[in-house]
């Protein structure tokens, strides 16, 4: 008996001890405790990152393809480089680096 004695009266509370234990459990025990948090904060950070470089790309291809609608010297360039496309009268050469 001496021993609860000792121990503070805030302690003892039993709304203090079930609210400390509500706690305890969301941080460390819970599906979605502090750890997964933290893990999902980074996913989606990652994925913002993704989403930002993908939509650079597509900006750059919807700039390329106006080009290409609007410009047929365009065209035909990207269809020669891209496509390795020739007229009838040419001859191709390919080099490949190594």
């Known amino acids: 008996m001496d021993l609860l004695k000792k121990i503070p009266g805030w302690l ?14 969301l941080l460390f025990f819970d599906h979605n405790d502090i ?9 989606l950070r990652d994925l913002k990152k993704g989403k930002a ?5 597509v900006d750059a291809l919807k700039k ?29 050469f390919i080099i490949e680096e190594k």
């Open 64 to 92: 390329e393809l106006s080009e290409l609608k609007g410009d047929p010297a365009s065209t035909e360039k990207a269809a020669r480089e891209r496509y390795m496309m020739k007229k009838n009268n040419e001859d191709l």
């Open 53 to 57: 470089y993908y939509a650079e790309q």
């Open 35 to 43: 750890f997964m948090q933290m893990e999902r904060r980074s996913e």
């Open 12 to 25: 003892k509370n039993k709304y203090i001890l079930t609210a400390t234990g509500f706690v305890v459990w």
